[in-house]
């Protein structure tokens, strides 16, 4: 059996997530007389769980090209900014929008 302290040192997390997977039971332990241990065999189950198969790994989203961003740049100045030609909004609302 292996104390927090032990499982926390081969994870390599802080003995306080532990503690915070237990409470929330996504870790299998035991609790004996008070003390929560844990049973490496379960453990290397645990984690094997987690192993990539093609069904679990997330869907990449394809990087976009450079074109593809500039385009969404120009388009975001397109509907944000005012061109240097026309008057900025302030100067239109007191000439009457025109």
Same mark, same amino acid.
């Given at each position: ?43 290397? %189950?645990?984690?094997?769980?987690? %192993? ?30 005012? %061109? %240097? ?14």
């Amino acid at each position: 059996m292996l104390t927090v302290k032990e499982l926390s040192a081969w994870l390599n997390i802080k003995p306080s997530t532990l503690y915070l997977w237990v409470s929330q039971n996504k870790i299998p332990y035991r609790r004996i007389q008070g003390l929560v241990r844990f049973e490496p065999e379960a453990i290397h %189950s645990w984690l094997n769980s987690f %192993s990539s198969t093609p069904s679990n790994m997330p869907l990449r989203v394809p990087r976009q090209t450079a074109e593809d961003v500039d385009h969404l740049i120009a388009v975001a100045k397109a509907a944000h900014y005012t %061109s %240097s030609r026309e008057k900025p909004d302030k100067d239109r609302a007191t000439q009457g929008g025109q």
